[in-house]
């Protein structure tokens, strides 16, 4: 079933540790985003990629790094994960950057104590 | 700054009709999105507007004013299966989306 995989679903970390994010599209879409949704605010962009080898900062990048070697996946890493990093993440792909629709994956609900 | 305004929680009866407004401030304007979002699931695309007017899709519709920065989403025939959240989110003059912290919409029977 084509669309958007996220991993893993659900995870608690301990404050100082690394974690990473994963992404992983089966649509051939240019663009790929991730959000993260708190209670009581909208999404918030952390970083976004337009096309394979590049990646830009959204709204909220510090503390977040991303990497896109190739069109499908698109993993996003904490290097040393902070309380204020719960959330839950959304991965997002469009077809092209811009006026295009979003589709996004089933999210990631992470935990740092 | 940029902003999206839309009221945090509305209540409807199964079968009625409910307007959900949004108003916006963005840098630059590239078009309005309506996404839904079910609890604990992912958003998914309802509408787009880019001119004034209004959108019909179904039992969903959009309207747009572009001088007034200002969106809603209708919603006709309500039923149980509706009730979740409606997220409305501007594109600006850089192509991103600005989201409203969404609207919870509870459909009573």
């Known amino acids: 079933i084509a669309g958007i995989t996220q991993a893993p679903t659900s995870q608690i970390l301990a404050a100082g540790r690394r974690m990473t994010l994963r992404c992983t599209q089966d649509?051939?879409?240019?663009?790929m985003y991730w959000y993260r949704q708190d209670l009581g605010l909208g999404l918030r962009l952390i970083h976004y990629?337009?096309?394979?080898?590049?990646?830009g900062k959204g709204e909220v990048p510090d503390g977040y790094s991303v990497s896109r070697a190739n069109t499908d996946d698109f993993p996003l890493t904490l290097a040393s994960a902070v309380p204020s990093q719960t959330s839950v993440y959304f991965c997002?792909?469009?077809?092209?950057?811009?006026?295009?629709?979003?589709?996004f994956g089933a999210g990631t609900r992470l935990s740092v104590l | 700054g940029q902003n999206i305004d839309q009221p945090t929680e509305m209540t409807a009866t199964e079968g009625a009709i409910v307007q959900i407004n949004c108003t916006y401030q963005t840098s630059g304007f590239n078009g309005l999105f309506w996404y839904q979002q079910h609890a604990g699931e992912a958003p998914t695309f309802l509408s787009y507007?880019?001119l004034d007017g209004l959108e019909e899709k179904g039992r969903f519709s959009s309207f747009l004013s572009r001088s007034k920065g200002y969106s809603y989403l209708l919603l006709k025939e309500l039923q149980m299966k509706d009730s979740a959240s409606y997220l409305c989110?501007?594109?600006?003059?850089?192509?991103?989306?600005?989201w409203g912290a969404g609207t919870k919409l509870i459909i009573k029977p």
């Open positions: 507007n880019v």
């Open positions: 649509m051939r879409h240019n663009a």
């Open positions: 989110a501007a594109m600006d003059s850089n192509y991103q989306l600005i």
């Open positions: 997002a792909s469009s077809p092209q950057e811009g006026m295009d629709i979003q589709y």
């Open positions: 990629s337009n096309t394979a080898g590049t990646t």
